[in-house]
């Protein structure tokens, strides 16, 4: 409840959660060579990232 982020438009994304004590910056160009496939999100590529730094604090 109390971690916080933000995504950007091309693709980069910060989330910080101060109860685990953790920052995850993740840096992108999801803009290159063009902009209309969306594959980043589709695909969820940030977010499941983010599940593997979790599940590794978990256990």
Do not use: C
Request: a negative charge; zero cysteines; proline letters at 3%.
């Amino acid at each position: 409840m109390t971690s916080f982020g933000h995504t950007g438009f091309t693709g980069t994304m910060t989330w910080a959660d101060p109860e685990e004590e953790l920052i995850y910056v993740f840096l992108s160009n999801r803009t290159y060579p063009e902009s209309t496939t969306n594959t980043l999100s589709k695909e969820n590529i940030r977010e499941n990232i983010q599940k593997v730094i979790y599940d590794a604090i978990i256990r």
